[in-house]
């Protein structure tokens, strides 16, 4: 009698975890997608400040480079807020 007594106990205890599980749908852990905030926040101050660093840089010089450093540094910073949402979203 005890050992089927103490198979019950474990069996119910799985069970009442396996829908603790199932239950769990918080929205802080939803999937947060390609456009969150800290990425679109990123993409825009790094395009700015990238653009802005260039056409110092570059300002002897006219030439279209600095368009083409300004996209990578948005894309950089974008990964950069993209993975900083990804990271802080518990």
């Known amino acids: 009698?005890?050992?089927?007594?103490?198979?019950?106990?474990?069996?119910?205890?799985?069970?009442?975890?396996?829908?603790?599980?199932?239950?769990?749908?918080?929205?802080?852990?939803?999937?947060?997608?390609?456009?969150?905030?800290?990425?679109?926040?990123?993409?825009?101050?790094?395009?700015?400040?990238?653009?802005?660093?260039s056409e110092v840089a570059f300002a002897t010089r006219p030439h279209p480079i600095h368009w083409v450093v300004a996209a990578g540094g948005g894309a950089l910073s974008y990964l950069a807020g993209l993975y900083h949402a990804h990271r802080t979203r518990r």
């Open 1 to 53: 009698m005890e050992v089927n007594a103490l198979m019950d106990s474990v069996h119910r205890r799985g069970r009442r975890r396996a829908r603790l599980r199932r239950r769990n749908s918080d929205p802080a852990q939803e999937e947060i997608g390609l456009l969150p905030l800290p990425a679109l926040a990123g993409l825009a101050f790094g395009f700015f400040g990238f653009f802005l660093a």
